[in-house]
């Protein structure tokens, strides 16, 4: 099974790909507190989505050398 994320559409400027943002919270080691980490993925995308849309993404083949997510779902 692949692994899906959920997050936002900050860049769709490239032709078929949109660079995505997802945001988790992961907590610090030692002291506990939690705070936020955010990483942009590449993402290629079949038709043009809005900035700012929340996305689903799933992890598939390389289509080239940064770009390793596809667009599943859109909400």
Known sequence: MA????GKIV???M????????TRLKRHPV????RKVSD?????V????PEGTIVEIKACRPR????????VKTS
């Open 3 to 6: 692994q899906i994320l959920k």
């Open 11 to 13: 860049s769709n400027k």
């Open 15 to 22: 032709q078929s790909t949109a660079v995505v943002e997802v």
């Open 31 to 34: 002291y506990g507190k939690q």
């Open 40 to 44: 942009r993925y590449k993402a290629h």
């Open 46 to 49: 079949s038709e043009v989505i």
């Open 64 to 71: 080239s050398g940064g770009k390793k997510w596809e667009v």
